[in-house]
């Protein structure tokens, strides 16, 4: 895989940048931190908002973040944008992608390893998210890129994960960064970035 | 400049499911039982500031109710007071 630009926003609150950017490394693609407040100058490859808890999801998941100069300067439609987890809840907080995202049916916190179906097949990623039912009235369904093969968090259409082409925009809440490596038994977030790069 | 108060309550849209409302109403019901039980969640919001007049006072409150407070595509909002208040 050849060396892309990544750009990750950090936000208050974030907590998967480090993983982000290690997961970055390994696939040997030149990553750095864009702060929340610096307005995105740099021409990147791929713009990741990674997961976390931004602003401590005060107001709601997303909320405050989309308000921020780092999010308002994503340059829509030039360079991909991929949301993980909290990045994905913000970007449709922030209209860039249909839809929202609201509490789990079953109001709690999932956190485990799930089956999801990607490109014709089925591969396995992490969860970790209280707002991860999607509902999205008219959904475009060409746009649906992932989905779960349990629904653990109730998403209209069993939704995981949403690709606008047009616009180059990713989002998805399972967290491919947490499935690189052979020490951890997971490696389909693998699948997940490689998809991503040919795309670019 | 006056300085106003407003208070803005955020509600579920009814096509929403609100799981939180589903939620307490599983509550209620194991303490005390009620006929026709409905329960909605929702967030309550005071943003107090300053303004020219009511309708600049309305026209700010708004914005905040819109593009901060609620998500249109899951909720609604209502402003449920606007007041002059001493500052």
Redesign the interface.
């Known amino acids: 895989m050849s060396k892309l630009k990544v750009g990750i926003i950090v936000f208050l609150g974030t907590n998967c940048e480090y993983d982000t950017k290690r997961a970055c490394d390994f696939l040997g693609w030149n990553s750095e931190f864009v702060w929340q407040n610096d307005k995105i100058q740099k021409k990147y490859d791929l713009i990741i908002l990674p997961g976390g808890f931004s602003y401590g999801d005060y ?2 998941s997303g ?2 973040a989309k ?1 921020s100069p780092a999010v308002k300067s994503l340059p829509i439609g030039k360079t991909m944008i991929l949301g993980i987890c909290n990045g994905f809840q913000t970007l ?2 922030s209209k860039l992608l249909p ?2 995202l ?4 079953n ?1 709690d916190f999932i956190s485990k390893v799930t089956e999801i179906n990607f490109q014709n097949e089925l591969i396995s990623l992490p969860l970790a998210h209280h707002q991860g ?1 999607y ?3 008219n959904i475009d369904k060409s746009q649906i890129l992932m989905t779960y093969q349990n629904n653990e968090n ?1 998403s209209d259409f069993a939704i995981a994960g949403i690709y606008d082409k047009k616009n180059k925009i990713i989002g998805m809440m399972p967290h491919p960064e947490r499935a690189m490596y052979e020490e951890l038994g997971l490696t389909d977030g693998r699948k997940v970035f490689k998809f991503i790069q040919n795309e670019i | 400049m006056k300085k106003f108060c407003g208070k803005i309550i955020v509600k579920m849209k009814p096509d929403v499911k609100d799981i939180k409302g589903e939620a307490l109403k599983q509550a209620v019901k194991s303490v005390v039982e009620l006929h026709d039980l409905q329960c909605a969640v929702g967030n309550w919001y005071q943003i107090s500031f300053c303004a020219k007049n009511q309708v600049e006072a309305l026209k700010f409150i708004d914005k905040i109710a819109q593009d901060i407070l609620s998500n249109e595509v899951i909720e609604t909002y209502e402003i449920k007071s606007l007041e002059e208040i001493d500052e």
Not at chain 1, 102 to 105: G, P
């Open positions: 107001i709601s909320r405050i308000l449709c907080e839809g929202a609201i509490d789990n049916k109001i039912n509902t999205c009235k109730g």
